[in-house]
């Protein structure tokens, strides 16, 4: 019988795409932000030149990192943009993008309308977790288009009663972050100059709407991958296809750990997943155990632990490895960890046991 906690998802959107979804306070302080036109203004004027290089204009943006332009707040990460319109969800998307940037949003909305907009969009671990369990629905249903979603069965997947009816606001609000928060990906590669090709992944979900009992909602593409495929495998398809389709390749992925770690602080979620996705060491790996050799630097990047002092850094990430329960052992222990520097821990590789999912 198949087990159906255990949802294949596409491996490029858990492993590229999702971590676009984790970033808090992204958008606050909205009227405080530079605009992009002026940070841009400022370096040519200190570079003292008319045009700026590919490679200035990304230096410079992704340094500032929060701005805005006249149709979104920007949360630039370099390699990648979150974008969100205030006007866009304002409008409900009543115009297309080309004629909204034509229009400066803060003359027609204002301040407080807009901040009232940005207040109601919630990143972090809940839209996080909303979009794991969206995309199990995908497989499980297989369709993206029209996807049913019970609220009960959120709150149940979250790890929360249905009697908890706060929760049931949260998840509205994560759904609209969901819903409108905007992604661009750029991709660059450098040879004798920084070349961009960017690739617009726009919303997560294109599409919702909702009832006392459900949600109903059309889930972008490019999230979904080849799981929607793998019901039968693929086995359907031409050789040509799978090639295609399954390129970017799949993973399983314990829908039970959404709920498991209810409780858990956000670095040990983070790291617990970030975990959860990773092959393991192929000669090291068990039937009942995989074995991922990675570096304690690694660990506190995908922990998302901003913490600048070593004794902290290192001191969270133990925490959170001790809060994980699909972890078995790990090699030096956590109490060998603890007894060393926290410089020499940060230099260290690990050996982490974590329990196989079944297939």
Not at 75 to 97: C, H, P, Q, W
Not at 114 to 126: C, H, M, Q, R, V
Not at 266 to 292: D, M, R
Request: glycine content about 4%; aromatic content about 10%; charged content about 30%.
């Amino acid at each position: 019988m198949k087990n159906t906690n255990i949802v294949k998802l596409d491996r490029t959107t858990v492993q590229e795409y999702l971590p676009m979804l984790t970033h808090r306070g992204v958008f606050s302080n909205y009227e405080n932000l530079p605009k992009r036109d002026e940070i841009l203004q400022a370096e040519k004027n200190r570079l003292k030149v008319d045009n700026l290089t590919l490679e200035q204009e990304r230096n410079v943006l992704s340094k500032v990192g929060k701005y805005r332009s006249n149709a979104y707040v920007i949360r630039d990460y370099g390699d990648y943009v979150i974008a969100f319109s205030a006007k866009m969800y304002l409008e409900n998307l009543t115009k297309t993008e080309e004629e909204l940037k034509d229009e400066l949003m803060l003359e027609k909305y204002g301040t407080e309308k807009i901040n009232e907009a940005l207040k109601k969009i919630s990143t972090y671990k809940l839209a996080h977790k909303l979009a794991i369990i969206i995309l199990g629905e995908v497989y499980k249903q297989q369709k993206h288009e029209g996807l049913i979603l019970s609220k009960s069965e959120i709150v149940k997947a979250l790890g929360y009663e249905s009697a908890n009816k706060y929760i049931y606001e949260d998840i509205r609000d994560a759904m609209q972050s969901l819903r409108w928060l905007d992604y661009l990906v750029y991709n660059y590669k450098t040879k004798k100059k920084l070349k961009q090709e960017s690739k617009t992944t726009g919303n997560f979900i294109y599409n919702l709407s909702e009832s006392s009992a459900e949600f109903k909602v059309w889930v972008n593409p490019l999230f979904v991958g080849c799981a929607i495929h793998m019901a039968n495998d693929g086995t359907s398809l031409s050789k040509e296809e799978r090639q295609t389709l399954f390129a970017r390749g799949y993973l399983n992925y314990p829908l039970s750990y959404i709920a498991d770690s209810k409780n858990a602080s956000p670095a040990s979620y983070y790291l617990g997943h970030f975990l959860i996705t990773q092959l393991g060491n192929k000669k090291l790996n068990t039937k009942e155990s995989k074995v991922i050799a990675v570096s304690f630097d690694k660990l506190i990047e995908e922990s998302k632990i901003e913490e600048t002092r070593p004794d902290r850094k290192v001191k969270k990430l133990l925490d959170a490895l001790e809060e994980i329960a699909y972890v078995q052992q790990i090699k030096p222990t956590i109490s060998e960890l603890r007894k060393m520097k926290p410089k020499v821990v940060e230099k260290k590789t690990v050996h982490i046991y974590l329990l196989q999912q079944e297939k």
